[in-house]
């Protein structure tokens, strides 16, 4: 099991950009952004393997970024052209195995979440 911690939420404007950051206790094949959806269901916000190889939702295509450090265990997203409708809280979440994907239900290991705010 990894320990997840998330850090960079807070409020900007419409338009505007943040970077969450995310730290692993430990190595992970798969590590993901999720945010919850207005209906409080999770949705996948961006995946990304240790191959560096990424998946997004559409919802955020061209917008958000992640990236991830494999020395440090890390991963980071950065969220551009901010909308309010991305107001959310945004959990790091963590996988063992492939396939790396955008499902909420493949993921076993969760960080407590950091809150982003976007006002229009």
């Known amino acids: 099991q990894v320990h997840l911690v998330e850090s960079g939420g807070d409020s900007v404007q419409d338009g505007g950009s943040l970077r969450l950051s995310c730290e692993a206790s430990?190595?992970?094949?798969?590590m993901g952004w999720f945010r919850q959806a207005p209906d409080n269901q999770l949705e996948g916000v961006a995946s990304?393997?240790?191959?560096?190889?990424?998946q997004y939702a559409d919802s955020v295509k061209g917008r958000f970024n992640i990236r991830r450090d494999n020395t440090k265990n890390t991963v980071s997203l950065y969220l551009n052209s901010l909308k309010p409708e991305d107001t959310s809280i945004y959990y790091c979440?963590?996988?063992?195995?492939?396939?790396?994907?955008?499902?909420?239900?493949?993921?076993?290991?969760w960080g407590r979440g950091t809150q982003v705010t976007v006002s229009s």
């Open positions: 430990g190595y992970t094949y798969c």
């Open positions: 990304i393997n240790s191959d560096y190889r990424t």
């Open positions: 979440a963590g996988r063992d195995r492939a396939p790396c994907t955008l499902g909420p239900s493949d993921y076993g290991d």
